[in-house]
C-alpha cells in the first residue's frame, strides 16, 4: 500500500488504491496480496511483486473466471449460492458470465442501487423487473430492521418491556442476512419473498411497540 498509494495521480495503480481505499477491504485491512498474491512484506518492488500472474494469465487468482472462487475465500456463503445460478453456469461453460466484479466492482468497494442493477442487467437480459424488484424489496427489508433495531435499544433506554420485539429482531436480523447471500442464486421470486416477510415482521414488531407506548419518532 506505501508504494500504490505513493503512485502519480495519473497512473492507474493510483486509480485502483483510491476505488480500494474507499472499500469494505480497506476498513477490514484486506490488502492486495490477499486476491493478487505477492509479498506485502517486501519493500521492492521484485520482492514485492514475487509469484504475481498478469490478470490476463488464467492462472492468476484475478482471472475473470476465477474471481468467484478468490472473492469466496471470504464469502463462502456468497460463493456457495452464486454457484447454484445459472449465471455461474455461463460463466464456467463459457467464460462469458457475469462475476462479483460484474455487481461491486473490482475491489467491491460499491453495491449497486437497484437502478443500477437494472441497468446492469440488461447487458444480458431484456427486461430484469425482477431483479429491480427484489433489490428494493431487501432495500426495503435491511430499512425496516434498521429502524427496529433502533426502536428496541429506545425501548429498553425507556425501561419499555421489549423482549419479544428484541427476539423478533434477531430473527428478522438473520432473515435479511440470508435473503442477502440468498440473492447471489438470482432466484428472485425467492428472494422477493424473503425480504417480503423480513419487512413484515420488522414493522409487525415495530408497531407493537408503538402499541406500548413508545412515541412515532422512537419507534422509528
Known sequence: MACHRSAGDASELRHTYGDWAKSIHAVKGVGCEHCHGGNAAKADKAGAHAGMLDSSDPKSPVYYTRVPETCGRCHAGELAAFK????????????????????HGAMANHILDPQTMAMTCTLCHRRPTQAFGALLSLNHAAGSTRRLKRAVAAARAKGVEASAQERELASVTRLVEASLVHWHTFRMPEVLSSSQEAARRAITALNELKLKGMS???AK
Open 216 to 218: 412515532e419518532g422512537e
Open 84 to 103: 447454484e445460478s445459472r449465471h455461474f453456469l455461463e460463466l464456467s461453460t463459457t467464460g462469458k458470465g457475469p462475476n462479483c466484479i460484474t455487481c
